[in-house]
């Protein structure tokens, strides 16, 4: 699978700084390039048959943004390592075996109480001893929390040392939430009847899946959270300067508004049309779009879907 490269990262940002037509020209195919990337990231998700593959997935793809990359489950007050890449000292079977409290690691348990991506400096006081020494990061350098949400619980936290394009990482641990969950309802719906004692996820109760019915709304639900993450990533990816001037003219849905019709049309033909009940996750990403303020999406935004 063919990945962008850091050069083309630094590319990236590099034409951002810039100001000229030709440049902005320039800025807009390199964008385009990467969405071409990112659009065959997602096509080799869709692949993906249990959650141990989209754990896979998601640290591959992250590589791609931020270097050497770990994945942690949060398991109640407590980090587990699930798996890590591109850390010299970190084989995967220790890894494995790490264990952290989140009394001592506050970066990580700001992160869980947010529910919102977390920057810190990769010290012991800021991601805990045992997490620093498995791996090790320079003096002062940053570290980069980007958290895996499955029905509105944090359940796992992706760990990069190297945050070449934030976006696209918040984009990929969205996408990697909504596929776990969906897989994992699978699962749950296939192993039942032989050991419905041994269906778990940590985060999801498998148990509260009743039925067929039942299993293809989780399912329905988990893509719909997923579709709404993803796009409003996308917004944010691809539209940051327009998204910038849209929240100074407190009109985000001005300056965006044909993508966030295309993303609503779709929204309720595919999700709301099969399913009245699924809630409006699209408008809830929005207002996240707005940092909260519904007001800044502006007076023309026809509010929910709901």
């Known amino acids: 699978m063919s990945q962008p490269s ?3 990262s630094q590319l990236i940002r590099q034409i ?6 030709e440049v902005e020209a320039a800025g807009f195919r390199s964008r385009r390039t990467l969405g071409e990337q990112l659009n065959q990231m ?3 998700l869709r692949q993906c048959g249990s959650t141990e593959q989209v754990d896979t997935w998601v640290l591959d793809s992250a590589a791609s943004f931020g270097g050497p990359a770990a994945l942690f489950e949060v398991a109640g007050a407590r980090l587990r390592g699930v798996r890590s890449r591109g850390f010299p000292t970190a084989g995967s079977e220790a890894f494995e075996e790490l264990e952290a409290s989140l009394d001592d690691a506050p970066a990580f348990a700001h992160s869980i109480q947010e529910r919102e991506p977390v920057v810190a400096i990769g010290t012991e006081a800021e991601i805990s001893k045992r997490i620093a020494d498995a791996l090790p990061n320079a003096p002062g350098e940053k570290v980069y929390l980007f958290p895996m949400v499955i029905q509105e619980k944090v359940v796992a936290i992706l760990y990069v040392t190297q945050a070449s394009d934030r976006a696209a990482l918040e984009l990929l641990t969205g996408a990697a939430a909504g596929a776990a969950q969906i897989v994992a309802s699978e699962q749950s719906a296939g192993m039942r009847q032989a050991a419905p004692e041994l269906i778990a996820i940590e985060g999801v109760d498998m148990r509260a899946h009743v039925g067929a019915t039942d299993i293809r709304r989780q399912a329905l639900e988990a893509r719909a959270r997923w579709f709404a993450r993803t796009e409003v990533a996308r917004m944010r990816l691809f539209r940051r300067r327009a998204l910038e001037r849209g929240r100074v003219e407190r009109n985000i849905y001005r300056v965006l508004r044909p993508e966030i019709e295309a993303a609503r049309r779709t929204y309720r033909q595919h999700y709301l049309a099969v399913s009245p009940v699924i809630a409006d996750y699209l ?4 207002v996240s ?6 007001n800044l999406l502006g007076p023309e935004y026809p509010g929910s879907l709901d």
């Not at 951002?16 to 037509?21: F, G, K, L, M």
């Not at 779009?289 to 519904?294: K, S, T």
């Open 283 to 286: 408008h809830r990403e929005l």
């Open 289 to 294: 779009l707005a940092n909260g303020d519904v």
């Open 16 to 21: 951002e700084d810039r100001v000229s037509i």
């Open 42 to 44: 997602m096509r080799r």
């Open 6 to 8: 850091q050069e083309l």
